[in-house]
């Protein structure tokens, strides 16, 4: 299977060895055409974002406004505070020169003079790394005035990084944008949206580093080629993240709508112990979880997991087997929706920590069936009522697990389960409820 | 205790403050040099971080405020971060942070009484692959057992 997004060419995070494997001509060859004519062919590719809606990316960029008399910018989402999300680091350590060859041409569909990279700030090393590889590029005429010379355009462009300083809403795109300009990183209302109203109040896009680094493969071997690769309705590879109970834990980058199965049991090598897996969350903890008695079959593109009520968001699939404490997961997750809520809005702000502090109780043995009822309204009315979708994120990994999980948190609040024993996958298949009853 | 940039600082300001189109964009970048300089944002730094972006002191305070990785009290020489979320936590993460603590003598958002070492108990930092971990500074330590990350807290007391 090719690897486009990090290929195995040895030291390809080189200036050097990326030019010698055919880096920096993707980005001539679009300067060549019109910003137009490269929006389509990524339009017709069907790369959709990696960052977590998986929306078309060249949708996105036509979005832009064609003639306005202000700055246009670009931003490079690097934020990756998702739990279970560590594939951007891959990117920035590995492959550092086709995201930056991916902005360039990016730069030019959108008529951006300026791009940041937004990377998280505890990403010390990887920001060095990205540093070191913009560097690079400046001084070898790929960034910059020097760079009409190098593609034969008079389109150039800047490149900068921005460090973020430890707060997980700055992943979300407005967001990111007030962190930008020098403020607390309280998410906008939208509309207006970036395309029209973003950075300085210029037209901006947005987009995720992983979506970017598909740029130039697609300009290079064409739209038709990368439309071919996985699922035709979500195409391309995935860097997949897999974490918690499986043997070989890793990033894997694999085509669109990879069994889960296939991800758990040939790729990370299985459970250890070869234990059952009690429960899979497939996008990042934020994403609805599905059962273990569940993922037979289930494919891991954006479509096909909406078929089975959960969604791809960043690909970071958490597995847990038979003897994981799911009321401790869960109370661990509250814990940290609670703790990144910015606090604009009241559902949110407060509905998060109510959701915690119920969770805790459960995990003190002090719950009761009635506040596995009160997790559920709390969290549907956080749901649809804050500015953001941190309120979903916080919300939907407690609506789905109680909901899909009622049967363990029913015995494990009569106390009936004596972990880790009693907390069998088999033992729930008969109070199963069908997983696209409970989906949205 | 009043604060002033360095020299050398006061150039990577200068150079900072070409990449963005306003002063204020700068404040982010201005207060990890500040915090790098004085190893925790006071209120004296705040004030000179505002008039040197010619913003308002709230505007600062708002950001530091805002942002976990500014601190606002001196911290140990050794700032300890041990990831608890999800993946880390189903690989052994709270073990491993008990004994953290344990040794160090301190909890969450502590500093130890010699100002050697701090701890803090942060969020997914993306170990998730390579969990659990603690980060020190600025440096990750990976794929941890409770004993490896008692070695490490080891060499660190070691060094001073």
């Known amino acids: 299977m090719e690897r486009i997004v990090l290929p195995e060419i040895e030291n390809l995070h080189l200036i050097d060895v990326y030019v010698q494997n055919q880096g920096y001509t993707a980005v001539k060859k679009a300067y ?49 505070s998702e739990p279970g999300s560590f594939k951007d680091r891959q990117i920035f350590e590995y492959n550092p020169h086709q995201l930056i060859e991916g902005i360039l041409i990016t730069c030019y569909a959108i008529g951006a003079k300026v791009a940041y990279i937004y990377i998280r700030g505890e990403y010390h090393k990887w920001i060095k790394l ?3 590889a ?64 973003g950075l ?3 037209p901006t896009t947005i987009n995720n580093v992983e979506t970017i680094t598909n740029v ?7 739209w038709e080629w990368f439309s071919k690769i996985g699922e035709p309705k979500h195409p391309g590879t995935i860097l997949y993240g897999i974490s918690g109970h499986v043997n070989k834990p890793g990033v894997y980058e694999l085509p669109s709508g990879t069994l889960l199965t296939d ?48 969604a791809i968001g960043t690909a970071g699939v958490m597995v847990m087997d038979e003897d994981t404490d799911l009321v401790k997961v869960l109370a661990r997750i509250s814990k940290f929706y609670h703790h990144e809520s910015c606090g604009q809005c009241t559902p949110c702000r407060e509905g998060t920590g109510w959701l915690e502090k119920i969770l805790n109780r459960l995990v003190r043995g002090e719950g009761t069936s ?21 309120g979903e994120a916080a919300a939907w990994p407690v609506r789905f697990m109680v909901t899909r999980f009622r049967d363990y948190f029913e015995e494990r609040v009569k106390k009936n389960i004596s972990l880790p024993v009693a907390n069998k996958v088999h033992s729930m298949r008969e109070t199963a409820i069908p997983l696209a009853d409970v989906s949205k | 205790m009043e604060f002033k940039f360095t020299e050398e600082n006061l150039q990577k300001i200068n150079s900072v403050l070409t990449k963005y189109p306003t002063k204020k964009a700068a404040v982010m970048p201005v207060l990890y040099i500040a915090q790098e300089q004085n190893g ?93 971990m603690i980060a020190v500074n600025e440096d990750f330590y990976e794929n941890l057992t409770v004993e490896k990350a008692e070695e490490i807290l080891e060499s660190f007391k070691n060094k001073n």
């Open chain 1, 200 to 202: 300085w109040g210029c």
């Open chain 1, 216 to 222: 130039p493969p697609i300009i290079n071997k064409g």
């Open chain 1, 134 to 197: 913009v560097d690079d590029a400046y001084a070898a005429g790929y960034i910059g005035e020097k760079m009409k010379d190098n593609f034969g355009s008079d389109f150039s462009c800047d490149i900068y990084i921005h460090k973020g300083a430890g707060a997980y809403i700055c992943g979300e795109e407005s967001s990111l944008m007030n962190s930008l300009e020098g403020q607390r990183g309280y998410p906008r209302i939208k509309p207006p949206f970036p395309a029209q109203n």
């Open chain 1, 32 to 80: 060549s055409q019109t910003p137009d004519e490269v929006i389509d062919q990524v339009k017709k590719s069907g790369l959709r974002g990696r960052g977590g809606a998986a929306f078309s990316a060249g949708l996105k960029w036509s979005f832009m406004p064609k003639t306005t008399n202000k700055p246009k910018y670009l931003c490079i989402n690097g934020d990756e």
């Open chain 1, 263 to 310: 991800l758990i049991y040939k790729y990370a090598g299985g459970v250890p112990g070869n234990k059952k897996v009690l429960c899979v969350i497939p996008g990042g903890s934020s994403m609805p979880p599905i059962r273990g008695d569940q993922i037979e079959g289930v494919k891991m593109d954006a479509e096909s997991l909406k078929l089975v009520g959960s």
């Open chain 2, 40 to 132: 925790w944002i006071s209120l004296e730094v705040m004030k000179e971080v505002a008039s040197i972006l010619e913003i308002s002191q709230e505007d600062v305070l708002g950001v530091v405020t805002f942002y976990t990785m500014y601190h606002q009290k001196p911290m140990g020489k050794y700032h300890i971060q041990v990831c608890t979320n999800v993946s880390c936590m189903l690989r052994g993460a709270y073990p491993l942070y008990d004994k953290v603590r344990e040794k160090l003598g301190i909890n969450n958002g502590g500093v130890t009484e010699d100002h050697q070492f701090s701890l803090e108990e942060v969020e997914c930092m993306g170990s998730c692959g390579t969990a659990p």
């Open chain 1, 370 to 390: 009635d506040d596995l009822d009160l997790l559920i309204s709390v969290a549907t009315n956080i749901e649809g009522n804050t500015i953001c979708a941190l």
């Open chain 1, 130 to 132: 990205m540093q070191k």
